[in-house]
């Protein structure tokens, strides 16, 4: 797809370009590079006039320094008729997974030949019936190895094995609990999320078959109220889980202190700033690397600094101690983001009015 | 597919009739469908926003339904959609139409806020708000507004390097951008009034081409011309040329009449000495048409015509410019001019600039073409809306169309001053979004405009005509799953608008949870509290049926159902009654997990929590032996057997549990006051048990006397401790 | 301008679909339920379609249950009753359709339902083929086999008069239109009958301090007030001082202003606005959007037809949708 029409604005060394997509963002990820100066962004996307899901892959260019405007070339396109609305998309080097609303999870591989050539492989996807009721509510990658987490209060385990998917119940609640976020901290290890602003952890060594911990944090009722979005696990502590959710909540959890949340935004909690960043829905959360590796001093801090994006149309990064930096503010909401792994200072995100937006921090 | 029916010139269904009171014959659409036998009922439902969806059923054969004749494999129906959006202003890709529904949001909501706050700060209407800076955020409004719509590049302005070519349409202009520049022209650019003819002329530049589909027009004279030029010598020979060259100047499209002369033969390298008299008088039409005095701020850069600010040093100007027009016309260089085309066509030149009445409109295709020519070179000091509209008719008069485009019915209504027409022709033209935004520039300053327009109306049902345009415009909205999450903006700008947002959201599907948490996060904004529970409540029960009992609880305990959570917990406690096993409790901690977070509307759900932590404490005490881990289970019976939630059918089963704790070893863990509390109980339950509908637990036959014993005896050594 | 969005079944002969134009049920003439979902979000096909048998004869009439109550269908079956389906997980089973209870009277048959009331309550008035109106009210929100029969009237103006013999061919019920809590229980009722009492529209309201129905309107001329009705319809009221009403006759759709304040006698004050000619034949059904300005009306002659009123509050004949192969 052509860039139809670009918008870049100067804002304190950050660049900000939208591209409209004339059809709805499902989800959108970058896809890890298979050469160094590659930047890969895999695209879910439905088109209302055919009632239709793509998956596509594009990469993005920036032409030359004197003009900035990024360029998004399709490479390749995924689709088939039977393809249901994309609930959650991930990716690793060697696997795009997204999982659907009518409950399956798919699988693509990226097959590199070039930097202009890359074709995505479908793989066999998983839609039986015993393995998620109902709508898929978040996945996540590690390398080949896929967790699922639904409504249905169940836990999935997907692995690849003689060329095809296999899953493994990790737990099922019976719908008892309801699970809306998941994320890998160890081949062993995940942390999940649901109502309540519920936190828990899995480890398939030390607890099989149910939550090895459980956050119990002291809420007040507006927070308790919520639903858990979206988890990371800090790159480097592995015992330090963030998660945002419901009336602008983003909370950090560090293991060793389970009863303890670090709080970074949120309505109606005690100890917040003043002026809360967000009221909305915060759909998702990720550590954000950029300026620690720009500012060492700042390592020594407790928690490394976090972007959140809500439902407002606020995109902005949150660290304790200190006042928001607000990146983006758009009249509708921002669904997801994405930061570069490899290049921390580029970031993607899904407007709800049928734009991309992309961001340069130097 | 066959036409409809009707002759109908946008082919949509316009959900607001616009010329009021006139008679109109309904328009008919056909359906079309697949079936092979005739639709014998039509079943109506009407879908999201203006959308209705048909069930069309075919007369089902009276043997049971099963058709006799094989060979007619037919479906027993079918059902269709049918929007009922009224036309998108032209505009026929729905991407690109959704970008300009999504883009005017913002001006939009900016505009409302400060046409709110200038109406609290001065207690004044409006349009009665006569300082710059209103005249700023109108002409702001309007300009994001009108970016919206695409980009023009004037054609006249547009500087081509081939000579031969003397137009370029970078892209297609549409009648909807010519349409909203036509009413900024009128109602929004206050600062530009006094240039009103010159921002007629540079409009018409821009949008002639539009006219070409209905009519013959300047503009398609010269796209016939470009057509000649590229495979013709001798241009001058050409009459066609000579035309051109008198209907491009008619318009004032002077970069393209001095590009057309040059093209003249005469320049010719080859040519000059034979043709000297001849380019010196083309030459000299060159440098007056390129002179000619413009009353405007500014000229674009490269562009011809001497610009002048004021009106007294452009009469100056124009006069000294007319003598000079004058002198070049009575010169005697005429005779020598040996080519007759040339001459005549440079005379007939001069006669338009001379403001010739027949010349201008012989070459002029529309009366609009004419309109704006008279006011070039007839009437150039016109300023303001002065004698505007009988100039106009006189125009139509003179070039009737049969066929009128949209943009003339407009164009008419705006000098008419008539504010209905004007409605009635965006709506009719370019529908509901146009109406809705243009009633903005409407209303800016014009107060018989805001009065007609604001007027709450018995007709209607109680509403203005403006308030009507927002409903009509988030109907539309709302019919697109993509755009019915911007309908609130125009819902909550309007006093009716909270009526429909209500129903619009009870419509919205809210079994998922994106979704629903994106209908709530409009309730939240707009604090529609009813709406918004009565949303979790559908929520809950639809998880709660279908398996998700977590997710049920949740939406119902955010919505505090309490009816329904308490005849939850009834529910509840049967399963729980059942098997209180600690392996089947283990599936339900999760659940406990989420009923203890939230104290407020646990209802009677409260109890299971507390039933958790007792049944903790007792495990382990059966596990060890601690005496502070029996206290702790003691305190927890206390609290439960205090607590009116908790349910009767669980007093004896949790007094059986607790026997060992009753008649612990090491001494009396329960105090008298304790004791008799628990006795109290025991003797309510004894008379509960006479009636009917007591629920027997699941206990030995003897467990009652049991638990009696064991209270006596603990009552009697807890009297022996205290004393 | 249209767009097929589903294919139905050999025999189908009603359909309706649910609160959020998401589901729709369709009803056949061997007795089959079939179900259509479209299982993403926003998208409105494909539609997969699933079917059940819930009769030997054929279904009348299909009508969803208020979405606070689940998802549930009522339907109208050939041998004069009604049943109510559910859509639940059972402990321990998949997600499937079961009946929740049936509605039996013996004396006469069910001609329409409608449910209405709230979120708290929810209330289903039956008209019967004897002139009889049943309201029953949902005593367990969550269970719908808990029906207790709440009311049984007459549709006359006058409570003491009753007609033994009465022999109806339709009947139809509107209900207020409304979300939330309010507390208002209002319905129309017109019937298509041999006895002209029971014939014409009349608005009952319930009383909530005596707890009984009464009429508080009739939508009739005096000089009409005999004759059938086909089909009545509540327009929802987003800021009107006063209800619309539509009924339709063979004269034609009548539009009716029913003010919302009574009178000392407890009546409110009605005025026939427009009487609307177009449809050859009788009306079915009628339905208005969602402003209440908009009235789609369709019946024997096959078409659809969608009438307004203009600035002036005249009302027209805005279209007619016409089906043609």
Redesign the interface.
């Known amino acids: 797809m052509a860039v139809n029409q670009f918008q870049t604005q100067q804002h304190q060394n950050l660049q900000i370009h939208r591209l409209p997509q004339s059809k709805f963002i499902d989800a959108v990820r970058w896809l890890p590079p298979f050469a160094a100066f590659d930047k890969f962004i895999v695209l879910s996307l439905f088109d209302p006039t055919s009632s239709s899901s793509t998956i596509e892959l594009h990469s993005l260019d920036f032409p030359d320094s004197a003009n900035p405007n990024p360029i998004l070339s399709p490479l390749s396109t995924f689709s088939s008729p039977s393809l249901s609305r994309t609930s959650f998309l991930k990716t690793s080097q060697s696997l795009i997974a997204f999982s659907t609303f009518s409950g399956s999870l798919d699988f693509l591989s990226p097959n590199y030949s070039s930097p202009d050539e890359v074709s995505l492989d479908s793989l066999p996807s998983l839609q039986e019936k015993g393995f998620h009721v109902g709508p898929i509510s978040c996945i996540d990658v590690l390398e080949r190895d896929c967790v699922s987490v639904g409504e249905d209060g169940r836990v999935n385990l997907v692995g690849f094995g003689d060329g095809k998917a296999s899953y493994r119940r990790v737990f099922d609640s019976d719908g008892l609990v309801s699970y809306s976020a998941v994320k890998w901290a160890s081949p062993m290890e995940f942390a999940t999320g649901g109502l309540g602003c519920s936190l828990q952890w899995w480890d398939q060594r030390r607890k099989p078959g149910e939550p090895a911990l459980q956050f119990k944090g002291k809420w007040s009722q507006k927070t308790a109220s919520g639903v858990v979005h979206s988890i990371d696990i800090h790159p480097s502590r592995k015992h330090t889980c963030m998660a945002g959710g419901s009336s602008g909540t983003v909370f950090g959890w560090d293991l060793r202190w389970p009863q303890q949340p670090i709080v970074l935004s949120g309505v109606g909690i005690g100890e917040r700033p003043s002026n809360p960043i967000s009221e909305s829905e915060v759909w998702e959360v990720q550590f954000d690397c950029h300026l620690q590796s720009s500012n060492i001093t700042s390592m020594s801090s407790s928690m490394m600094p976090v972007m959140m994006c809500s439902e407002e149309g606020i995109l902005a990064v949150l660290e304790p101690g200190a006042e928001p930096f607000e990146l983006l503010e758009e009249p509708c909401a921002i669904n997801s983001f994405d930061i570069n792994k490899q290049n921390y200072s580029d970031v993607i995100c899904s407007l709800e009015w049928e734009s991309l937006a992309i961001l340069s921090r130097s | 597919m066959?036409a409809p029916?009707a002759p109908n010139s946008d082919d949509q269904?316009s959900?607001f009739?616009p010329p009021?009171?006139s008679?109109?014959q309904?328009?008919?659409?056909?359906?079309?469908?697949?079936?092979?036998s005739?639709?014998?009922?039509?079943?109506?439902?009407?879908?999201?926003?203006?959308t209705?969806?048909?069930?069309?059923?075919p007369q089902?054969?009276s043997n049971?339904?099963?058709?006799v004749n094989d060979g007619d494999d037919?479906?027993?129906?079918?059902?269709?959609?049918?929007?009922?959006s009224a036309g998108n202003g032209g505009i026929d890709d729905?991407?690109?139409w959704?970008?300009i529904v999504?883009g005017s949001?913002?001006p939009f909501?900016m505009f409302q806020s400060r046409k709110n706050s200038a109406f609290s700060f001065s207690k004044l209407p409006v349009g009665a708000l006569s300082n710059v800076d209103w005249w700023e955020y109108v002409m702001e409004y309007s300009k994001e507004i009108n970016s919206l719509l695409g980009t023009t590049k004037s054609m006249a302005s547009s500087i081509v390097d081939d000579p031969r070519r003397i137009l370029m349409v970078d892209e297609e202009p549409t009648s909807l951008k010519a349409a909203w520049e036509l009413l900024e022209i009128f109602y929004a650019d206050k600062q530009s009034q006094a240039w009103l003819p010159e921002r007629l002329v540079d409009w018409l530049a821009d949008y002639d081409s539009l006219f070409s589909e209905t009519q013959f027009t300047v503009y398609s004279k010269l796209v016939d011309l470009q057509q000649r030029l590229l495979n013709m010598q001798t241009i001058e020979d050409d009459q066609k040329y000579w035309d051109c060259l008198s209907s491009a100047l008619a318009l004032g499209w002077l970069d393209i009449v001095v590009k057309l002369l040059r093209l003249h033969g005469s320049y010719q390298l080859d040519q000059l000495s034979r043709r000297e008299t001849e380019n010196g008088l083309v030459e000299a039409v060159v440098v007056l048409v390129s002179k000619m005095p413009r009353l405007r701020p500014e000229l674009q850069a490269g562009r011809l015509g001497e610009c002048y600010k004021n009106k007294t040093d452009f009469i100056k100007g124009w006069e000294t410019w007319r003598a000079r027009v004058t002198k070049l016309e009575c010169s005697g260089y005429w005779v020598q001019c040996g080519h007759q085309k040339t001459r005549e066509g440079l005379r007939k030149i001069l006669q338009i600039m001379l403001g010739n009445t027949e010349h201008l409109s012989a070459t002029t295709c529309h009366w609009v073409e004419l309109y704006i020519a008279h006011f070039i070179y007839i009437r150039p000091f016109t300023v303001g809306f002065e004698s505007l509209y009988s100039q106009a008719q006189k125009c139509i008069q003179l070039k009737p169309v049969s066929h009128p485009h949209s943009l003339m019915g407009l164009m008419v209504g705006i000098l008419g001053e008539n504010t209905e027409v004007v409605l009635a022709e965006c709506s009719r033209a370019f529908g509901p979004w146009m109406v809705t935004h243009a009633i903005e520039l409407l209303t800016a300053g014009n107060d018989q405009s805001e009065i007609l327009l604001h007027e709450v109306?018995?007709?209607?049902?109680?509403?203005s005509?403006e308030e009507l345009h927002r409903?009509?415009y988030a109907?539309v909205l709302?019919s697109?799953?993509?755009t019915w999450?911007i309908a609130p903006v125009y819902l909550t700008s309007c006093?009716?608008?909270?009526?429909?947002l209500?129903?619009?959201l009870?419509?919205?599907?809210?079994h998922?949870?994106?979704?629903l948490?994106?209908n709530l996060?409009i309730c939240?904004l707009y604090e529609l509290d009813?709406?918004s529970s009565?949303i979790m409540?559908?929520a809950g029960?639809?998880?709660?049926?279908?398996?998700?009992?977590?997710?049920g609880i949740?939406w119902l305990?955010?919505a505090q159902d309490e009816?329904?959570l308490n005849?939850?917990a009834q529910?509840l406690f049967d399963f729980v009654g059942k098997s209180v096993s600690e392996e089947s409790f283990?599936?339900?901690e999760?659940?406990i997990?989420?009923l203890g977070?939230?104290?407020?509307t646990a209802g009677g759900l409260e109890f299971l929590h507390k039933y958790r932590d007792f049944k903790r404490s007792l495990q382990q005490v059966v596990d060890g032996k601690a005496t502070d881990a029996a206290r702790q289970a003691v305190e927890s019976l206390i609290l439960l057997m205090k607590n009116p939630s908790t349910p009767q059918q669980f007093w004896l089963p949790l007094l059986h549990d607790s026997l060992k704790l009753l008649t612990w070893r090491e001494g009396p863990l329960l105090d008298v006051a304790q004791t008799n509390l628990l006795l109290n109980k025991l003797q309510e339950l004894s008379m509960a048990r006479m009636r009917p509908d007591y629920v027997e637990a699941d206990l030995p036959t003897q467990a009652l006397s049991t638990v009696r014993l064991a209270l006596a005896t603990n009552l009697g050594r807890a009297i022996l401790e205290e004393q | 301008m249209e767009k097929t969005v589903a294919t139905l079944e050999k025999g189908t002969v009603c359909s309706a679909w649910n609160y959020s134009a998401q589901r729709l049920a369709t009803g056949s003439i061997n007795g089959l339920l079939t179900i259509f979902d479209s299982p993403d979000p926003a998208s409105s096909s494909p539609f997969s379609p699933s079917s059940f048998q819930v009769h030997e004869g054929s279904i009348v009439k299909v009508a969803w249950v208020p979405p606070e109550y689940g998802d549930a269908i009522a339907c109208i079956l050939d041998d004069g009753t009604l049943s109510l389906w559910e859509e639940v997980t059972g402990e321990g089973q998949s997600l499937q359709w079961k009946i929740c209870t049936k509605f039996q009277n013996k004396s006469a048959r069910v001609l329409d339902i409608q449910f209405g009331g709230s979120s708290t309550c929810l209330k289903l008035v039956v008209a019967y083929s004897d002139g009889y109106a049943k309201v029953y009210e949902l005593q367990n929100p969550l269970e719908l086999n808990t029906w207790q029969l709440q009311a049984e009237f007459q549709n006359v103006i006058d409570s003491v008069s009753k007609f033994a013999k009465a022999s109806c061919l339709s009947a139809s019920i509107s209900w207020i239109p409304q979300i939330g809590e309010s507390q208002q229980l209002s319905f129309v009722l017109g019937f298509n009958s041999d006895i002209p009492q029971l014939n014409s529209s009349k608005v009952w309201e319930f009383d909530q301090l005596h707890q009984r129905w009464l009429t508080v309107a009739e939508l009739a001329l005096p000089e009409n007030t005999g004759d059938p009705v086909h089909a009545v319809a509540w327009a929802p009221n987003i800021c009107r001082p006063y209800e619309i009403i539509s009924v339709a006759t063979q004269m034609g759709i009548a539009i009716w202003h029913i003010g919302l304040h009574p009178d000392v006698n407890g009546h409110l004050s009605v005025e026939k606005i427009a009487l609307l000619s177009g449809h050859q034949g009788e009306v079915w059904q009628m339905e208005w959007d969602m402003s209440g300005m908009t009235l789609a009306s369709t019946g024997s002659d096959g078409v659809v037809r969608l009438w307004q009123s203009n600035l002036n509050g005249v009302w027209h004949e805005q279209a007619v949708l016409e089906p043609t192969s």
């Not at chain 2, 977070?597 to 407020?600: G, K, L, N, Q």
């Open positions: 066959p029916a269904l959900l009739s009021p009171s008679p109109k309904p328009i008919i659409y056909p359906l079309h469908h697949s079936l092979s005739p639709v014998s009922r039509i079943a109506i439902s009407w879908s999201r926003g203006n209705l969806r048909l069930s069309l059923l089902p054969s049971g339904g099963i058709e037919s479906s027993g129906g079918s059902v269709v959609e049918v929007k009922l729905d991407a690109q959704r970008r999504y949001v913002a909501a109306r018995q007709n209607l049902g109680g509403v005509i409903l009509v109907q709302a697109n799953q993509l999450q006093r009716p608008g909270m009526g429909m209500e129903i619009l009870y419509r919205q599907p809210v998922l949870k994106q979704g948490l994106k996060e939240r009813t709406v009565n409540k559908i029960v639809h998880h709660w049926k279908h398996g998700r009992k977590g997710s949740f305990q955010q009816i329904r005849k939850i529910q283990k599936q339900w999760g659940l997990e989420l977070s939230d104290t407020r």
